[in-house]
Nanobody, 115 residues
Framework: QVQLAESGGGLVQAGGSLRLSCAAS????????MGWYRQAPGKQRELVAT???????NYTDSVKGRFTIPRDNAKNTVYLQMNSLKPEDTAVYYC?????????WGKGTQVTVSS
């Protein structure tokens, strides 16, 4: 089992920044990749950014150049640094940990960007 603890959501004005954190615990050696997904009201959950165990990153087009997904291996923590936030970034953000057998999800943290 892998447990994920998210933090860092909140309310911010357009153009502002937020940093989300996701701390993994448990069977962390089984994790192949971690990432962030988001789900806005009335929409499907979508990928935002991922980072593999080897450090390769992937971003959805709408956040490229604005978001990054750094990690701290010593703390087993992945971050989502969000800059130049837009109202359309408003969503519940979920941390994901992918293993060979199953995906684990955090409970989600709300990010609201006001115009």
């Amino acid at each position: 089992q892998v447990q994920l603890a998210e933090s860092g959501g909140g309310l911010v004005q357009a153009g502002g920044s937020l940093r989300l954190s996701c701390a993994a615990s448990g069977m962390i050696y089984s994790i192949n990749a971690m990432g962030w997904y988001r789900q806005a009201p009335g929409k499907q959950r979508e990928l935002v950014a991922t980072i593999s165990s080897g450090g390769s990153t992937n971003y959805t087009d709408s956040v490229k150049g604005r978001f990054t997904i750094p990690r701290d291996n010593a703390k087993n923590t992945v971050y989502l640094q969000m800059n130049s936030l837009k109202p359309e970034d408003t969503a519940v953000y979920y941390c994901n940990a992918r293993t060979y057998r199953v995906d684990y999800w955090g409970k989600g943290t709300q990010v609201t960007v006001s115009s």
